[in-house]
């Protein structure tokens, strides 16, 4: 970092010979270094001359404020700030698919303005506003004419017997996406359906691009593969290795696209699809004089706290996430229920509801991870805003997920009854998310579901007496010691709701 006396420059991680990324004073930035600054003005000028296409790249502005000393660009860019982070290996399959889609229909757009996508399908070039996928990463917009100066799309493999027919140009657009989109996107698709979204997403986290130099390929993703789903794969494949030879590159697009379409990955089955159902909460929102104590409860501490960000853990299917993002806030919703998240996201999709759901395991959540050595000594990376491997490019929750409102409602006995943290570590994680407020449902060892579905609290079960500083108390000690206001409100004999605000930095 350049200055470390500027506690308001933070850089954001990326390799990019072109420029860098970083956020000051609360605004993302991204520094041009010397020599790129004018092809990068001619694709931001056609791009605003074109009002953007109306397709999902994030808004783009010339920054002309001041930068601390020492920050010299030719070119400074500013993006709107997307609230959440989030990978490929947090998304729900609906959202994979939903971002590849958008990655098509970007560089669909972009091909009839002359410009193309270099580096089309790379996950990382992707961030959802709410429910909507947002390309990032403005950099990897280019003229037309300069792909073929990319040295890493020209490609010596043999892939097909047409490729002898093919242009220059041909062979590094198909490089494009056989580099880029099947390994980032199409491949996990085919793998959430082959071998389900569990493998899916293990293989996406530990390929992650620059964090490894392994990669999905199409021999792993089709072994064994069904048919007709694999014959489809190959049909359309060699037609759009066809459609090159006659430089047909949107015949190329839309075989893909159609390809992505015709994947039904959408998650629908879980135990817990139905919880607000079986529950007797599953009221509409506009219906309030049907609410139960706690979503009034709930209801009017959103209008008490007024949070901008709120993170509701164990969201299930959202009806609270829902409630908040109603009342204006941005949300991210976070579950280890990756059917409920996916049923989440497509109800925020089509009420275009500002929530990011997430599948994130609270109580194991992964770490942040680095760069391979190996990229690092690429000869064309340079980072000037800090050294190499100081920055992770994968971040961990803890350090993404800070919101100002934080939501735990009949969660917290399942993390410690059922998994076996202990109660205070379970309560200081839920309070190192939040940045205010905290609001919580402490249900009791004596509640009737507690007591009568054992095998959902196996640790409890396994060690009865490990557990006697799981009551009430206990919980109330920990949070009087981090917030400034703590407000019970007994929902029944067994079941607190907790309103914690004011926190104690």
């Known amino acids: 970092m350049k200055s470390a006396k500027n506690d308001h420059l933070m850089p954001l991680s990326g390799f990019d ?3 860098e990324v970083f956020v000051y004073n609360n605004s993302v930035l991204r520094g041009i270094f010397n020599g790129h600054d004018k092809t990068v003005k001619e694709v931001f000028d056609s791009l605003k001359s074109l009002n953007f296409l109306g397709i999902d790249i994030v808004q783009t502005n010339i920054f002309n404020g001041q930068l601390p000393e020492g920050l010299n660009y030719p070119l400074i860019l500013e993006h709107e700030m ?4 989030s990978y490929a290996h947090e998304w729900t399959p609906s959202m994979l698919k939903d971002a590849a889609l958008s990655q098509i229909r970007l560089m669909k757009a972009l091909m009839k303005a002359n410009l193309i996508l270099k580096d089309c399908g790379m996950t990382t070039n992707v961030l959802f ?8 990463d403005f950099l990897s917009i280019i003229q037309k004419g300069e792909l073929t100066k990319e040295d890493w799309l020209k490609s010596s493999a043999f892939i097909t017997p ?8 041909a062979g590094c657009f198909n490089q494009v996406f056989r580099a880029m989109f099947f390994p980032c996107m199409l491949y996990p698709l085919h793998l959430i359906l082959f071998k389900g979204y569990h493998y899916a997403v293990k293989r996406i986290y530990e390929t992650h691009m620059n964090t490894s130099t392994a990669t999905i390929t199409e021999k792993e993703t089709f072994a064994g593969a069904p048919n007709p789903s694999s014959t489809d794969y190959f049909k359309g494949l060699s037609a759009m290795e066809f459609a090159l030879v006659h430089d047909n590159y949107f015949d190329f697009i839309d075989i893909l696209e159609d390809m992505v379409k015709g994947l039904n990955v959408a998650l629908r089955t879980s135990a817990y699809i139905n919880y607000y159902d079986e529950k007797g909460e599953n009221f509409s929102l506009l219906d309030k004089d049907k609410w139960k104590a706690k979503q009034l409860i709930i209801d009017e501490a959103l209008d008490t706290l007024k949070p901008n960000t709120v993170l509701d853990i164990g969201a299930n299917t959202g009806w609270f996430s829902m409630l908040a993002a109603h009342k204006g806030a941005d949300v991210l919703s976070i579950d280890n229920d ?22 994130v395991d609270f109580i194991n959540p992964l770490p942040d991870k680095y760069a391979d050595t190996k990229i690092g000594d690429d000869p064309h990376i340079r980072q000037s805003l800090f050294p190499f491997n100081k920055m992770p490019l994968i971040l961990s929750p803890e350090r993404r997920f800070k919101c100002d409102l934080v939501i735990a409602l009949a969660v917290i006995h399942h993390f410690v009854l059922g998994a076996g943290m202990n109660l205070r570590d379970c309560l200081r994680r839920l309070i190192e998310y939040c940045k205010h407020s905290l609001m919580i449902e402490f249900v009791d060892k004596n509640d009737p579901l507690i007591r009568g579905e054992p095998p959902f609290f196996k640790a409890y079960q396994r060690d009865p007496d490990g557990f006697e500083c799981y009551h009430l108390d206990e919980c109330l000690k920990t949070l009087e010691a981090n917030f400034k206001s703590v407000e019970m409100k007994a929902l029944n004999d067994t079941r607190t709701l907790i309103v914690c605000s004011e926190k104690i930095s």
């Not at 997307?82 to 982070?85: E, G, L, M, N, Q």
């Not at 506003?129 to 990032?136: D, N, T």
């Not at 990756?338 to 599948?359: F, G, H, Q, W």
């Open 17 to 19: 010979p072109m420029g």
């Open 162 to 169: 047409l490729q002898v027919l093919w242009s220059e140009y």
């Open 338 to 359: 990756s059917a409920c998240m996916d049923v989440l996201y497509e109800k925020a999709r089509l009420d275009n509801l500002s929530i990011t759901p997430l599948v």
């Open 129 to 136: 506003k709410g429910a909507r996928p947002v390309h990032v």
């Open 82 to 85: 997307i609230p959440f982070i």
